[in-house]
């Protein structure tokens, strides 16, 4: 085996074409070819490949003449790109590097085995089968270096030594590298060029100059100019004039320093449409570092800086009333006490809650609660300055921020005017609603100085708003956390109490106050905590109502109380009527009538035993719905009483139209009569109204002979309260029930 020079050594090859007297040499025929083959054009590729290897084969009489390249990243295997056999251009032949001539081409460019080739190589497979015995191979080099495969001539026979075979076919070689190399290129470019026409970016070829060269489609897509009309002009003819005027300067800087920029800019459409769009622009350069042009790469963002203003939007404002939301207020919050802090300003939070908003909603729906709530953003948006917030922090829950205040008596202003521009009506399903506030107040720096802590003590001024007698506002006031903090250790004690079973009911009696007969008993619910401890109900059903709890607890004494009473039923026991009071988001709860069917059902007791007391202020909050949940209880065989009556305001219209039985007196009434005229005309005037109306009229909260005395001669019906008998629990009730029915045996 011989190991030829490579043809990037010392030595110079020199090729001239002689004559000769009789046939003209295979060397000389081959770089005609070879010229011929480089002057048309015609022939590239593969072909080119395919032409010399058949001219090869054929000129020089041997049985096999290919090109091979690499196939793949690995480098391992070749694979012929032309392979001419025994005169035919066969298919493509794959194999294996390691053991085969062909790898040691690659090491050393040339490699001349004149005889026994297989010999050399036994352990190459395809050599044995072509039976190869001559064997020729030259690096295909490309002007880089990089070793692009290897050409081969090979015969069947030993190859003479010759002067033609390492200059001929060395040319063969290089000319073949070249053609390599140029289809790669030419892939390159057409690559980029199927890039460029179909990239869904824009793009916008620059000279030095920024004047435009070339434009693609998707620029056109975006931009609306066709390429004739900016090619020639400064890519700033897109400019919106929407960004920082040093911007171009800033861009310019960074292509000198490092090649590139990346950013976002605000461009202009043709029709004049302002666009936002993300752009990178590359510096290209030659090797010798001189700038050719500038390649500019953007996308219009426009969907994407809609999305994510619009989460934005969604994170910071109320989707209902588009008012700044808990989270923005809080912002908005620190910033105003910043400010305040720097100029030694005051400010106050107020924390505003709708009264009986629950029911606008259960009556007309939520779309109508929405509108509400979008109307009460917009009236108070109409009494304050520009520079106050007002935010929907939950529910019907609003918060609004005053800044620059002067005296606490400028905010008590405000105040008395939100009150009264929320007060006014609301158009409903063409009727006219109202709906009040609380309004909870807390001052910085005297009530805070910091955000948390007015937010804490503007809730805990308008709780105390509410248990005030709501619609109205109050400050806020350090005793307000004490009693904030026992409201929720109360509620935490009232979620252990019902798991705990640490309720029970007492009953307290009712008389006909003419006859002195036992009419009724009313089921009253006491509560010892886990230390034995009683815990009064004016303690804890407020609690129970602003939490919820309410609910559980009513369906409990609901199913308790009518199990008692059928118990007394089956024993003999004349109790009358039993009386159970339903809280008043029970009974805007649309299930109020199953819950009153299954305790009925569970019991045994008939629905004409049973009556329900529901408080006069929650059935005008919504009588219209109010009728209705009663008609669906009276139609049961269910008795209905308005209880604490007198206290809010029921219009005669109302009274006639709602099925119930009977009035009970607000006990606040009974306390100082007779010797109060006022209380003693009401009280008058309320039995005298309930008898017009066909209704019975109980007196609750009875204590005196002479408050038993003045009702009996003003005509009330019925009467309770500790004259005539305590709560007790039911097992003592049954003594009662036994042995003292009435009045006239006690």
């Not at 035919?88 to 490699?111: K, M, N, Q, W």
């Not at 409903?428 to 720096?445: D, H």
Request: glycine share 8%; charged share 25%.
């Amino acid at each position: 085996m011989a190991v030829l020079p490579s043809k990037t050594g010392s030595t110079q090859i020199e090729l001239g074409i002689a004559e000769d007297s009789g046939e003209r040499r295979p060397a000389d025929r081959a770089l005609e070819a070879l010229a011929a083959l480089t002057r048309n054009a015609s022939f590239g590729g593969d072909q080119f490949s395919a032409r010399c290897v058949e001219f090869l084969a054929a000129t020089y009489r041997v049985a096999y003449a290919l090109v091979a390249t690499f196939p793949d990243e690995s480098r391992t295997s070749l694979e012929t790109r032309a392979f001419c056999a025994d005169g035919e251009v066969v298919a493509p032949l794959r194999y294996e590097l390691s053991g085969t001539p062909c790898a040691d081409v690659l090491i050393h460019d040339r490699v001349f085995i004149p005889s026994d080739a297989c010999s050399a190589y036994p352990k190459n497979d395809w050599m044995a089968q072509l039976a190869i015995q001559g064997y020729y191979g030259a690096a295909l080099t490309a002007p880089s270096g990089e070793r692009l495969g290897v050409l081969v001539v090979a015969d069947r026979q030993p190859i003479v030594k010759d002067d033609w075979i390492h200059p001929v076919l060395g040319l063969y070689a290089d000319r073949i590298a070249l053609e390599l190399g140029r289809q790669r290129v030419d892939g390159e470019l057409q690559l980029a060029a199927s890039v460029f026409r179909h990239s869904p970016q824009g793009i916008m070829i620059t000279g030095p100059d920024h004047r435009i060269r070339k434009v693609n489609d998707a620029f056109r897509s975006i931009t609306g100019w066709q390429e004739k009309e900016v090619v020639g002009r400064l890519d700033r003819m897109l400019s919106a004039g929407r960004d920082d005027p040093g911007l171009p300067d800033d861009i310019q800087a960074e292509l000198d320093s490092d090649g590139i920029w990346v950013g976002e800019l605000w461009s202009r459409r043709r029709d004049g449409e302002v666009y936002p769009e993300q752009r990178t622009i590359v510096a290209v350069y030659d090797p010798d570092r001189r700038l050719l042009h500038y390649v500019s790469m953007f996308s219009d963002i426009s969907a994407e800086k809609f999305a994510t203003e619009r989460i934005h939007r969604l994170a910071h404002y109320d989707a209902t009333t588009e008012l700044p939301n808990r989270v923005l207020l809080q912002d908005r919050l620190l910033h105003a006490i910043n400010h305040a802090t720097r100029g030694s300003g005051r400010l106050a939070l107020l924390f505003l809650d709708l009264d009986g908003f629950k029911l606008i909603n259960d009556t007309f729906g939520h779309s109508a609660g929405d509108e509400v709530l979008r109307k009460v953003g917009v009236r108070l948006l109409s009494r304050l300055r520009k520079a106050d917030v007002v935010a929907r922090i939950g529910g019907d829950e609003f918060a609004i921020v005053l800044s620059d205040i002067g005296q606490a008596s400028d905010v008590q202003a405000i105040c008395d005017q939100l009150l009264e521009v929320i007060t006014e009506p609301y158009e409903l399903g063409g009727q006219e609603n109202r709906v009040t506030t609380s309004i909870g107040i807390a001052l910085f720096p005297d009530d805070g100085s910091d955000v948390q802590s007015l937010l804490k003590h503007a809730d805990a001024a308008m709780y105390q708003a509410k248990e005030s007698g709501k619609n109205r506002y109050a400050f806020y006031e350090p005793e307000m956390n004490r009693k904030a903090e026992e409201r929720l250790q109360l509620t935490r004690q009232l979620r252990d109490a019902m798991e705990q079973e640490q309720f029970s009911l007492c009953y307290q009696p009712q008389y006909d106050l003419a006859s002195g007969r036992l009419v009724g008993v009313e089921a009253l619910t006491r509560w010892r905590d886990s230390s034995g401890a009683m815990v009064p109900p004016t303690r804890f059903i407020t609690v129970a109502e602003d939490s919820g709890l309410i609910v559980n607890l009513g369906e409990w004494v609901l199913r308790e109380a009518c199990q008692h009473a059928q118990h007394w039923r089956e024993q003999g026991l004349d109790f009358g009527r039993l009386s159970v009071n339903v809280s008043g988001r029970q009974f805007q709860d649309e299930g109020l009538q199953a819950v009153v069917a299954a305790a009925l059902e569970s019991s045994g007791l008939p629905a004409d035993r049973l009556e329900l007391e529901i408080t006069e202020s929650w059935v005008m909050e919504g009588p219209y719905r109010a009728e209705k949940q009663m008609r669906l209880l009276n139609d049961m065989g269910v008795n209905l009483v308005i209880d604490d009556f007198g206290v809010a305001h029921s219009s005669m219209a109302y009274l006639k139209r709602f099925p119930v039985q009977k009035l009970k007196i607000n006990g606040s009434f009974i306390r100082d009569i007779p010797a109060d005229a006022d209380d003693a005309a009401i009280v008058s005037a309320i039995i005298a109204m309930g008898h017009s109306l066909g209704l019975r009229v109980v007196a609750e909260g009875v204590e005196t002979t002479e408050q038993s005395a003045f009702l009996r001669g003003t005509g009330c019906d019925e009467v309770q309260g500790f004259l005539f008998g305590h709560p007790v629990p039911g097992d003592e009730l049954n003594v009662l029930l036994l042995y003292g029915p009435n009045l006239a045996s006690s």
